[in-house]
């Protein structure tokens, strides 16, 4: 396979098209901004080589007739300008018409393109080879900035138009199957949900279990403890320190768990033990409440922050129902209803959680029950989590074979 050196600027030159910045933050004031009208592509809105509408920026028709220059056609390719520059989207079918917002620059493409296929180049400008190129030669000191220049001379392998559509078609495959995955996880999130909703409020009973549900406050339920502050100059024997970072939805990150010094008094009053809840204090009014149940390898040795709770269950309380009640009440915005809110963080407070008024059952054979059937479901959605890691690791290294040659894919030859 045969593949030209050449620039991204010579392949756009040579299709008719151009490369272009977006329009100058002055063309447009926030009152330009609608509900309803013409979506404006803005660097937030940049996935991996697709363009995200979810929150996108709209016009009305008199700003989109004035920015006309910036209209997009399919097969355009979108970069953010600045900060993360390896960022790039390709144009489809159903977003013709669409503006190249400020922050952006576009690679657009014209009509002859007999010669090069403007998914592939797409492609290729997600290859290790072109983000590298991209990160070295971007301008700025504290932060990355691309320019025209730069980008047209942006490197690129181009081999024929046949071997550029079978790579094409392979790496569409790979996205197919991603897209799959996602999907099916999708999916089962819906029906976790739904199971959350029926079997966490008592409108739909296990079998075999008939006894009363009852409002308890959490405090009846288990002890509620907030955490230490931070003190990098205190004393005592360096610990593991779980903060808000490592309490993720529903599992506990360890990799970057701090080591702090602490005394064996203030060690034993904020220890965490396995089957402990571990809540976030304060966090946005999205993520506050954010829980998972403590089980790691730190065993009984590991303590936690001022801006953590922590739920320990008294014996008649299954902390894994506990876990997954939390967990609800943070999903529907129970605890940013009680939190108190200042301009930019909600503060949950041990106080607040505790003085919650919540339904439990009052069978503890119940409560683990229901948590074994929402914990399964949580099972199979990590086992579909990590399909869709493996396959996004295949795509990958998919691209990196393909796109600079190191295999190669039969294509059928041409007449000449």
């Known amino acids: ?21 977006g329009p100058f933050g002055s063309q447009l004031h926030a009152s330009d901004y609608k509900l309803v009208g013409t979506p404006l592509v803005m660097p937030i809105n940049l996935g991996d080589n697709e363009i995200v509408e979810k929150g996108i920026a709209r016009v009305g028709d008199w700003d989109a007739r004035q920015l006309r220059r910036h209209a997009l056609r399919e097969g355009d390719i979108i970069f953010s300008r600045r900060g993360d520059v ?32 403007p998914e592939y180049v797409a492609h290729y400008l997600g290859s ?6 991209l990160q070295d030669n971007a301008v700025g000191g504290t932060m ?14 181009l081999p024929s138009r046949a071997d550029q559509d079978a790579v094409v078609a392979a790496l569409e495959d790979a996205q197919a199957a ?13 029906i976790k949900q739904a199971a959350m909703q029926q079997l966490l409020t008592g409108r739909t009973r296990l079998q075999g279990f008939e006894g009363a549900w009852e409002y308890r406050r959490v405090t009846e339920m288990g002890d509620v403890l907030a955490g230490k502050a931070l003190n990098v100059s205190g004393a005592g024997a360096l610990r593991p320190y779980l903060r808000t970072k490592n309490v993720l939805d529903g599992r506990i990150e360890l990799e970057d768990v701090l080591w702090m010094p602490m005394t064996d008094v203030e060690f034993e009053r904020f220890r965490i033990e396995i089957g402990d809840v571990l809540l976030n ?18 065993g009984t040795s590991c303590a936690m922050q001022n801006q953590l709770l922590r739920f ?36 949950l407070g041990s106080s607040r959680l505790s003085n919650l008024l919540l339904r439990w059952p009052a069978d503890r054979r119940e409560q683990a029950a229901i948590a074994e059937v929402l914990s399964d479901m949580d099972t199979e959605i990590s086992v579909h989590e990590i399909r869709l890691d493996k396959a996004r690791a295949l795509k990958q290294g998919m691209m990196q074979q393909l796109l600079t040659g190191r295999t190669r894919l039969p294509v059928k030859e041409s007449a000449e």
Do not use: D
């Not at 620039?7 to 151009?18: A, F, H, K, N």
């Not at 897209?179 to 819906?190: G, R």
């Open 312 to 347: 320990r269950a008294y014996p008649a309380t299954s902390p894994e129902f506990a876990a997954h009640l939390f967990r609800y009440c943070q999903r529907t915005g129970a605890f940013a209803a009680i939190a108190t809110k200042t301009t930019s963080v909600a503060h």
């Open 128 to 133: 290790r080879p072109a983000q590298v190129w």
């Open 144 to 157: 990355p900035n691309l320019n025209t220049a730069i980008l047209s001379a942006l490197p690129v392998r």
């Open 178 to 190: 991603i897209e799959h995955v996602k999907y099916l996880i999708a999916k089962k999130k819906e």
């Open 281 to 298: 204090e304060g966090q946005s009014l999205e993520l506050v409440g954010r829980c998972s149940i403590y089980s790691s390898e730190f």
């Open 86 to 117: 390896g960022r790039r989207s390709i144009v489809r079918a159903g977003q013709v018409g669409w503006l190249c917002g400020t922050g952006c620059l576009a690679a657009r493409f014209g009509s002859n393109r007999a010669t090069v296929n």
């Open 1 to 21: 396979m045969h593949a030209e050196s050449t620039t991204l600027g010579e392949i756009v030159i040579q299709t008719g098209g151009v490369i272009q910045t």
